[in-house]
């Protein structure tokens, strides 16, 4: 498995690069077929010079600024993907420069080929290796340590202890306070307004309050 792999890469380097090497242009040619693209929404935009190397492009619904020193536009996408786009395509053009000239080196063929430079050497079987004569490294001996070993795991100084309690393992919430590491028989904190419980009292509240409003009117005090 290990040997296959190592001779597949052996051949894809070399094919990468053979490749490349071949290859006329200065860009890499996905980066260059993504360029072509970008130049041809270019057209779309009209270029107005502001400053410095900055330049205010009016794009139909939208206006961007693109300064082309710093290698930047307002959409973003320039400085995060190293190509230009169409935008500041359109601003390098009115600047009579090329938009191949702005895309970041990392795309160059000299760039691609320095990545595929290695080669993996040929290797002769185990028979023709080296032996250095060093010493052979073993395992190290377990060692068991005096005492019973610990059942539960060792928890972090600020690990909150016992909030596991279910069966599934999550941290039990509370669902009349909707606070952690307790539920709502041992609740102890103000019933929470989203809590079923809040309803329930809510409405034993208003049963009381029927309840006197009724034994008032009986007693004829209304
Ligand atoms: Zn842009
Ligand atoms: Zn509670």
Not at 152 to 176: F, M, N, P, Q, W
Not at 193 to 213: A, D, G, R, T
Request: net charge positive; aromatic share 10%.
């Amino acid at each position: 498995m290990f040997e296959w792999i190592r001779r597949k890469l052996m051949q894809r380097l070399n094919v990468k690069r053979e490749g490349m090497q071949k290859y006329e242009g200065n860009l890499c040619p996905n980066i260059q077929e993504r360029l072509e693209k970008n130049k041809l929404n270019s057209r779309f935009c009209i270029a107005h010079y502001s400053w410095d190397a900055e330049y205010e492009m009016d794009c139909g619904t939208r206006v961007y600024v693109v300064d082309i020193s710093r290698r930047i536009c307002t959409c973003g996408s320039w400085q995060l993907s190293g190509i230009p786009c169409s935008h500041s395509i359109a601003a390098i053009q009115r600047d009579k420069s090329e938009p191949e000239h702005y895309v970041d080196p990392c795309y160059s063929k000299e760039a691609y080929l320095s990545t595929y430079n290695y080669t993996i050497a040929a290797m002769p079987s185990e028979e023709y290796w080296d032996s250095k004569g060093a010493e052979q490294v073993n395992l190290p001996k377990i060692r068991k340590q005096p005492g019973r070993s610990k059942k539960v795991r060792r928890r972090e100084a600020d690990e909150v202890r016992g909030t596991t309690s279910t069966r599934k393992g999550l941290a039990i919430h509370c669902k009349k306070c909707f606070r952690p590491g307790h539920n709502s028989r041992t609740c102890k904190f103000p019933i929470h307004p989203k809590s079923k419980f809040y309803k329930v009292m809510m409405l034993q509240m208003l049963e009381i309050q029927v309840v006197m409003l009724q034994t008032l009117e009986m007693q004829g005090m209304m």
